[in-house]
């Protein structure tokens, strides 16, 4: 064997040997990922089971909230649709006793004075 094939030997055993220290080193990290990601399963199990006990109570506390408001908006649709009829029932009345006064107090005037005050005679 010539210097150049022994050159050439040794270069493939050492990009072998490389190549075993990168795969033990990828396998180490990946065993190392894993119990990181067991760990976290764990904490989420327990997360999960947390949020289970406060779901319920949550859940009836936001139907609760969902009900009161159904509430408020019906309570003040109503009281919408109240002031809006006593809007249309009192604005003719005061309209009729606008007029009636003015022509309650034309009349008191032309009674004493004798004369309409717009006419100056």
């Known amino acids: 064997m010539s210097s ?3 050159g050439s030997l040794i270069l493939d055993v050492f990009a072998g040997v490389g190549a075993l220290l990168v795969g033990i080193g ?3 990290g990946m065993l190392a990922l894993a119990k990181t990601l067991r760990r976290l ?3 989420l199990d327990e997360v999960d089971r947390q949020l289970e006990t406060v779901a319920t109570p949550l859940r009836d506390a ?3 909230v969902d009900g009161v408001t159904k509430s408020l908006q019906d309570t ?3 009281l919408s649709s109240t002031a809006d009829l006593t809007k249309s029932a009192v604005v003719p009345a005061i309209v009729n006793l606008g007029a009636t006064l003015g022509g309650v107090t034309a009349g008191l005037r032309r009674l004493v004075t004798g004369k309409d005050r717009q006419t100056r005679e």
């Open 4 to 6: 150049s094939e022994y």
């Open 26 to 28: 990828v396998l180490v």
């Open 62 to 64: 936001l139907a609760h």
């Open 76 to 78: 003040a649709g109503t």
């Open 41 to 43: 399963q764990v904490t």
